[in-house]
């Protein structure tokens, strides 16, 4: 059985990539009732937005992630045997599948979303895109404390060495 909900707070990582408010989620769960308790299995698909990390384009991508998670039952032994915060519990028959689902796909998410695997990025310089310049594009930068010896042999004849002064 699958599921299409919407998202009711946004998740992700500002301003680099996230999930809108209010985007599909679409779960593909198996509840199975277990000695321990309820266990939860399958799949959530999800759409992302959010920038190239090198290049700033736009960019959206899927999400998709497997989950398992099992809920136990009040005064079960897996409950006893764990740390509280270790395993999710049903609390009054019901499981809360949102932090579960919001967890997954917070830690499937890129930490470095790009447009494509070999996006060069933007010139340092410049900011222009490299994909968008010429191959030989350049910016000679000078060490100001060299500028004045660069000045003084910018003149330089072929064969490297400094002009002479004819007087």
């Known amino acids: ?55 700033l384009d736009p960019i959206e991508e899927e999400i998709a992630v ?3 998670e099992l809920f136990a039952y009040p005064d079960s032994t897996t409950e006893a045997t764990t740390e509280e ?6 609390v009054d028959d019901m499981v809360d599948l949102e932090p579960v689902v919001r967890d997954a796909v917070v830690l499937a998410m890129p ?21 968008d310049l010429e191959p030989d594009h350049g910016h000679e930068k000078i060490d100001p404390r060299w500028a004045a010896l660069v000045e003084r042999f910018s003149g330089s004849n072929s064969n490297g060495s400094a002009p002479t002064d004819s007087k």
Request: one cysteine or more.
């Open 85 to 90: 915060d270790e395993v999710s519990h049903v």
């Open 1 to 55: 059985m699958w599921l299409s909900v919407p998202g009711e707070v946004g998740v992700g990582f500002p301003d680099v990539i996230e999930v809108p408010v209010g985007a599909p989620y679409r779960l593909d769960l198996l509840l199975e009732s277990v000695v321990e308790g309820v266990l939860v299995s399958g799949s959530v698909t999800v759409r992302a937005a959010g920038q190239c990390s090198r290049c």
């Open 66 to 68: 497997e989950l398992t």
């Open 111 to 131: 930490q470095v979303p790009l447009c494509r695997p070999d996006c060069p990025g933007l010139c340092p310089d410049c900011g222009l895109k490299w994909v």
